[in-house]
């Protein structure tokens, strides 16, 4: 004999973090619907069984249809779940972390996200504000070994941007020399296309970024990597 069971709404929620003023912060919207209608939230959508492949591919929809934005990183998080995280029922949220420079995020959001940071959150509706501090927590643990930061930048940048990201990650400034030692960058003139590290990670260019000292050369990053021996 066959029981019928109410199967769960399932969704995706998603923590997008920038930079911006020197401090990790997290895009929220208000909602414009009940439950909690006014109230700051992650972005967030169900899955549409006939569109979506997958959670990722649900996710990606969501983020596209809300800003435009193809993020350059995306990752699942975990999943939230439970008969009370949602006042309509038992509910299912996938929830995803996504890293984007604050000039790319705050252009297609604007009007619609408000910033805050990460460390001093205000009030978010059903768990979103846990959702929230395990997205900072994996990313902090994964940026003390890996080119992870590197997501929150332009393309092409300078490695002073690149100490810049990492100190307001971990909020902590260190010397050029101790930061290049912890990545294992050498130290000396690079060509274009040379690797600026031990792993091969951080690839010089041809370009440059000019200013009132001596041009800085721009660098990119070929892959999301672990760095040799880097920990923060």
């Known amino acids: 004999m066959k029981h019928s069971h109410t ?5 995706v929620d998603i ?16 909602r414009e619907r009940s439950p909690g209608k006014g109230s700051l939230a992650l972005p967030g959508g169900y899955v549409h069984v006939d ?8 996710a990606y929809r969501v983020l596209r249809d809300k800003t435009g934005l193809v993020p350059r990183y995306l990752e699942q998080l ?6 009370d995280r949602d006042p309509r029922g038992w509910s299912v949220a996938v929830a995803h972390v996504a890293l984007i420079p604050h000039a790319e995020l705050s252009e297609a ?3 619609v996200f408000h910033f805050y940071d990460v460390d001093e959150l205000p009030e978010l509706v059903f768990d979103h504000a846990g959702q929230v501090q395990e997205a900072v927590q994996r ?3 994964k940026a003390s070994y890996s080119t992870l930061p590197c997501w929150l930048l332009p393309e092409l940048f300078t490695l002073t941007q690149l100490q810049g990201i990492y100190e307001q990650i971990f909020g902590e400034t260190v010397s050029r020399g101790t930061f290049r030692s912890r990545l294992g960058i050498k130290v000396g003139e690079l060509t274009p296309g040379e690797a600026a590290d031990e792993a091969d ?3 010089a260019t041809d370009q440059f970024q000019g200013g009132n000292q001596r041009p800085a050369r721009l660098f990119r990053v070929n892959r999301l990597s672990l760095f040799k021996r ?3």
């Open 109 to 111: 959001g604007a009007g």
């Open 78 to 83: 975990r999943t939230f779940g439970g008969p």
């Open 15 to 30: 923590v997008l973090l920038t930079l911006d003023d020197g401090r990790l912060k997290v895009a929220l919207h208000r």
């Open 230 to 232: 880097a920990f923060w």
């Open 51 to 58: 569109e979506d492949a997958s959670m990722e591919a649900t």
């Open 201 to 203: 990670i951080l690839i």
């Open 139 to 141: 990313v902090r643990n």
């Open 7 to 11: 199967t769960p709404d399932v969704s």
